[in-house]
């Protein structure tokens, strides 16, 4: 162990040269260059020697090398084979590195997590591929990985998405999936130029952590959950349309305006407008109109 070798734009390109690596855009390659960026990650995330972290798309081993410090023990996985060998030699000095090359959203985290820590949760910290950061954010939450916190980087319009509420645009299915899983803070605001290649769009840290118990009660969180998309898939329709012709949903309309209505809300109201309490007392009235049309 020693200390990190990469962080900054000359390691970062010798490496770059050593392996004649070139960036694939589709993977979304953004290599972290800059060490306070990378600094304030590692603080944000209060990484200690107890802890486990999963690392999602290591690049060639930056932050992996300052979680390597910080953490007991990091699993790092990457899509990219081209940069399993650099991750090799970059991440050769530390034991307690295990590089996966895997898609992340084809793995079965929960799984891999309950084998290598025992089911204990575990720290998600990442420099995330943006082309892919809600399914992985949702995946996280929806699929009950055993996760503590997640402190990623993400586009700053994402990080934003996070943190709305009912009446704004970005208001979606990501707001309420992190209102309801996890408290979230922006860490930082990190500009084009911390990056190798530049991305045209600007950055921001996120760190949520798992509320220990969510702030509404809901009997059926798949449910909730597929009311939620059903309702922001078809924004333009009113909230009964969207849950009457939604795919994943099967309630009788008149049900569904009962439940709409038990909410104190009209028949056109839009699935925009309902806040997370709104769609916990929705879904929980729905699922014992299943348990009512059996009895
Ligand atoms: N962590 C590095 C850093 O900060 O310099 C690289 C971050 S870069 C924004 C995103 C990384 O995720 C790339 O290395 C990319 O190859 C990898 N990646 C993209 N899609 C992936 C997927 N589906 N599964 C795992 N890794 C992926």
Do not use: W
Request: hydrophobic content about 40%; proline content about 5%; some cysteine.
């Amino acid at each position: 162990m020693g200390k990190p070798t990469l962080g900054n734009p000359q390691n970062t390109i010798e490496i770059l040269q050593k392996y004649q690596f070139s960036f694939q855009k589709k993977f979304g390659q953004n290599f972290l260059i800059d060490t306070h960026v990378l600094d304030k990650i590692i603080r944000a995330a209060d990484i200690s020697k107890d802890d486990m972290v999963l690392e999602i798309g290591p690049g060639i081993g930056t932050m992996t090398q300052y979680l390597a410090e910080a953490a007991g023990r990091v699993i790092a996985v990457e899509i990219d084979k081209n940069l399993i060998p650099i991750l090799l030699d970059t991440l050769g000095g530390y034991d307690n590195v295990r590089i996966l090359n895997e898609d992340v959203l084809k793995l079965d985290i929960r799984k891999l997590v309950s084998e290598e820590n025992e089911g204990k949760p575990v720290k998600v910290v990442a420099n995330l591929p943006y082309y892919i950061t809600t399914p992985i954010i949702m995946g996280l939450f929806e699929n009950q990985v055993p996760v503590e916190s997640i402190t990623v980087m993400v586009q700053k319009e994402v990080a934003d998405r996070m943190q709305t509420g009912p009446g704004s645009k970005d208001y979606g299915a990501l707001s309420l999936a992190v209102q309801y899983y996890a408290s979230a803070y922006i860490v930082a605001n990190v500009p084009p130029n911390c990056f190798m290649p530049r991305p045209k769009v600007g950055s921001a840290v996120i760190r949520l952590t798992r509320h220990e118990k969510p702030p509404v009660e809901v009997r059926d969180e798949k449910l909730m959950f597929d009311i939620i998309r059903s309702s922001f898939n078809q924004r333009r329709k009113t909230l009964v349309n969207g849950l009457n012709n939604s795919d994943r949903l099967d309630f009788p309309k008149e049900i569904i305006v009962k439940g709409i209505e038990c909410l104190g809300k009209g028949e056109r109201v839009r699935g925009e407008t309902l806040s997370l309490e709104d769609f916990a007392r929705l879904s929980n009235f729905l699922s014992d109109s299943r348990f009512q049309a059996c009895n």
